[in-house]
């Protein structure tokens, strides 16, 4: 049973108010439409995005100050598919993954394209990244917290 109160309308003959059998009718049917859209919401928050770690490596500075760090996230879900690579720094007393330096979009593992790093710490303030290939970065940071990061191909050409 609905128990709405109608209240006898001074309201312009354009604001017509409802009748109780038309004011319950809408609200019954809002009953049953609120559970429907919250299992809808529910179901879809369940098939979001897996993230998985494929490749990690971490490299100390020499003074051990610093811990520069590179990972290959990849990402799965419905309609999705992705493969990024980032390089990060931390303080080495601090904890988490650090700030991201460098990050970029790396090929399907299955192509001839795929992206190799390797961090080397050349001074306690000079982090290096030497590529196989060298990705077109979505970020690239060149210094941070008086740490430079160059960028270079195993060849040897850099870039910055």
Avoid at 12 to 20: A, D, E, F
Avoid at 31 to 46: E, N, Y
Avoid at 132 to 148: H, M
Wanted: a neutral charge; glycine letters at 8%; charged letters at 20%.
């Amino acid at each position: 049973m609905c128990d709405i109160a109608v209240r006898a309308g001074t309201e312009s003959p354009s604001h017509r108010q409802l009748s109780k059998r038309e004011a319950c009718g809408r609200f019954t049917i809002g009953k049953k439409i609120l559970p429907l859209l919250t299992g809808i919401t529910i179901l879809a928050s369940a098939c979001g995005q897996a993230t998985e770690t494929i490749w990690s490596i971490e490299v100390p500075s020499p003074d051990g100050q610093w811990i520069a760090s590179g990972r290959t996230d990849q990402t799965s879900g419905p309609g999705n598919a992705d493969l990024s690579t980032g390089v990060y720094l931390r303080r080495s007393k601090d904890s988490g993954r650090g700030e991201n330096v460098l990050i970029f979009e790396n090929e399907p593992a299955s192509s001839k394209l795929t992206i190799t790093l390797k961090l080397v710490w050349l001074t306690p303030s000079h982090l290096e990244v030497i590529f196989n290939r060298i990705p077109d970065f979505e970020s690239q940071t060149v210094k941070y917290a008086g740490i430079d990061i160059s960028v270079r191909d195993s060849a040897g050409a850099n870039r910055n």
